[in-house]
């Protein structure tokens, strides 16, 4: 997660990171060693040790090396395990006991320690037909470790009350941390040369049938606006069943954008455009009120909980109500500086400070 770069679960993990060593100087980390990318001969070789070792059913034993629990292969062993016996393989480091922070719920949990579970959203079990995740087999997993868990943490009330339900009381207390923005960037901030400043839409992130992008094109292209849609990201699950040929030169097409670029697509945009079907926090939403973007997103779950009253709200499947969003964005200069104040009041609220309090609060509390 630390290394991954590109998505919101790893911007997490980061700011996780950074917030375990303000709060103590004894944050460690678990690591799988080097994963690397085997060919197709080596990757079958190890899938198959893989399950051979998952066969033993007693606890892993890892040491501590300069702050570093190492468990060579332990992330994708405990995927094996779980598969096998169905429940959250037992890892026992050296050492006095503490709290570990797993920052997704793999089938993972340290022996005589405090577990807490970051856990995103509960849209494999909510909106199956979003995600490619097999429902069934993630609702096993979600109960495994909810009940070996200590804490379940989630990154928005609209979260923590999903997975609530979904859990239907298997395990412990739900707690929102809610989740920091941190902009800061070591890289140059240039626009693509194909945009320019002020004078696009954005929509940012993996195109696929969850960021609502076919009816994003439908609604831009109702709404008369003259300023071209960017879409920036990676192809995403079933990206190609989003028809982008047809969509002319009114919708501008940019692969992955590294973290430092995004940041400057997001903060040069006329709006950010973020109608998803299903979030669990929404990232871009707070980095686009932290940068003065004004924003368009949905008007439920965690994206509306997210923006509060700064960005204007609509019901993502409804492409006329978008469309006539994307018009008034797309000229009313004054209702654009009204969200951008509205945007910038909300940094106190998703500063690193906060997040460190509420993480610090957790913690002594276990």
């Known amino acids: 997660m630390l290394l991954a770069s590109g998505t919101g679960i790893a911007t997490y993990a980061r700011a996780l990171r950074s ?19 085997p060919d197709a001969r080596q990757a079958a070789s190890m899938r198959a040790l893989r399950s051979l070792k998952a066969l033993l059913p007693h606890e892993r034993r890892v040491r501590a090396i300069d702050k570093v629990f190492l468990a060579n292969d332990v992330f994708r062993l405990g995927q094996a395990y779980f598969n096998r016996h169905g429940r959250a393989m037992p890892v026992r480091p050296d050492g006095p006991p503490g709290i570990m922070h797993w920052t997704y719920p793999v089938p993972l949990h340290l022996c005589g320690w405090r577990n807490l579970y970051t856990v995103h959203d509960a849209i494999p079990l909510t909106d199956p037909e979003l995600t490619p995740i ?9 109960e495994a470790v ?28 739900i707690v929102d941390c809610s989740q920091p923005v941190v902009l800061s960037s070591e890289e140059p901030l240039d626009l693509p ?11 940012c992130g993996s195109v696929e049938p969850r960021k609502n992008i076919a009816r994003i094109i439908e609604a831009h292209a109702k709404s008369g606006t003259a300023l071209p849609l960017v879409l920036a990201g990676p192809d995403g699950w079933r990206a190609d069943t989003i028809d982008l040929a047809n969509a002319g030169d009114r919708v501008i097409r940019l692969p992955y954008q590294s973290r430092g670029s995004m940041i400057a697509l997001i903060a040069s945009a006329r709006a950010l455009l973020m109608p998803s ?22 008007r439920y779950g965690a994206l509306a909980e997210t923006a509060g009253a700064a960005a204007l709200l609509v019901d993502p499947r409804d492409s006329c109500a978008l469309a006539i969003a994307i018009a008034r964005i797309s000229t009313d200069d004054a209702f654009c500086a009204t969200l951008r104040e509205r945007g910038l009041a909300q940094r106190e609220r998703f500063s690193m400070e906060r997040f460190v309090t509420r993480l610090a609060t957790l913690y002594d509390a276990l």
């Open 19 to 37: 917030a375990q060593c303000e709060i103590s100087d004894e944050a460690f980390l678990l690591s799988g060693g080097a994963n690397g990318y």
């Open 134 to 142: 097999a429902s069934d087999r993630h609702r096993r997993l979600l």
């Open 193 to 203: 040369s194909t945009v320019s400043s002020g004078r696009y839409l954005l929509v």
């Open 277 to 298: 079907l299903a979030e669990g926090f929404g990232l871009p939403v707070a980095e686009a009120m932290m940068l003065g973007t004004p924003v368009i997103t949905s």
């Open 146 to 173: 909810a009940s070996v868990s200590d804490t379940i943490v989630t990154v928005s009330e609209s979260a923590a009350r999903d997975v609530a339900r979904v859990l239907g009381g298997v395990g412990g207390q």
